[in-house]
C-alpha cells in the first residue's frame, strides 16, 4: 500500500474495521516514512456500482471518467494526482456504503462536492459549474455567496470561544499583577 504523499511502501494500520454493508475494509493507516495518515478501502468482493442517470438511464460507475472529471476541476490548484485518485476511492467506498449497489447522478454528484469542498473552494465551483449546469454568471455568483456565508458561519462559531477565553483572562488578578 504506497503512501499517498510521499509514495513509501511500508505504513502501520492504525485501526481498522468493515464497513456495515461488509463489502469492504476501512483502515487507518500511517506511513512509516513521512508519518502521514491516510484511509484505505480494501475490498471483499467485487461489486459493481449502478449509476441511474437523470435521464432514467443507467450505467455502471465508472471510476475513471469520475477521475477526469474531478481532475479537470482541480487543474493548477496544486492538489497532487495521487490525492485525487484516493478521493475516487473515497467516493466510490462512502457511495457503496451509503447507497448499496445503485446510486442517481445526482448523489454522485453532490458527494463529490462535498469531497472537493474540503480540498479546493476553485476545484468546488468549477465542478459545480459543470455538474449543476450553470447558464450563466448568476449561478457562479450564487454558489460563490453560499460559500461565503458557510465561511463566515464557520468564522463566527470559532470566533465566540476565543472571546470568552480572552475575557476571562483579563478578569484574572495574576494576568494584571504579571510585570510585562
Ligand atoms: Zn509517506
Known amino acids: 500500500m504506497r503512501c499517498p504523499y510521499c509514495q ?13 454493508s461488509g463489502q469492504s475494509v476501512r483502515r487507518r493507516r500511517e506511513c512509516l516514512r513521512c508519518k502521514h495518515r491516510f484511509t484505505t478501502y480494501e475490498r471483499i468482493e467485487f461489486v459493481p456500482l449502478t ?11 465508472d471510476r475513471s471518467k469520475l477521475l477526469r472529471g474531478i481532475v479537470r476541476a482541480c487543474e493548477k490548484t496544486g492538489i497532487p494526482q495521487r490525492r485525487l485518485e484516493v478521493l475516487v476511492e ?27 469542498r474540503g480540498e479546493s473552494e476553485v476545484a468546488y465551483v468549477r465542478f459545480a459549474s459543470v455538474y449543476r449546469q450553470f447558464q450563466g454568471i448568476r449561478d457562479f455568483v450564487e454558489t460563490l455567496d453560499h460559500l461565503q ?10 470566533a465566540s470561544p476565543t472571546a470568552v477565553s480572552e475575557a476571562e483572562q483579563q478578569e484574572a488578578p495574576e494576568s494584571v499583577m504579571t510585570p510585562s
Do not use: C
Not at 449509476?51 to 460507475?61: A, H, I, M, T, Y
Not at 456565508?149 to 470559532?158: K, N, P, R, Y
Open 51 to 61: 449509476v441511474v442517470k437523470r435521464d432514467g438511464r443507467r450505467e455502471s460507475f
Open 149 to 158: 456565508s458557510d465561511a463566515e458561519l464557520i468564522e463566527t462559531t470559532q
Open 8 to 20: 513509501h511502501t511500508d505504513s502501520r494500520v492504525l485501526e481498522s474495521r468493515s464497513t456495515e
Open 90 to 116: 473515497e467516493i466510490e467506498a462512502e457511495l457503496q456504503h451509503r447507497f448499496g449497489r445503485e446510486v442517481n447522478s445526482n448523489q454522485v454528484g453532490e458527494l463529490v462536492l462535498r469531497y472537493l
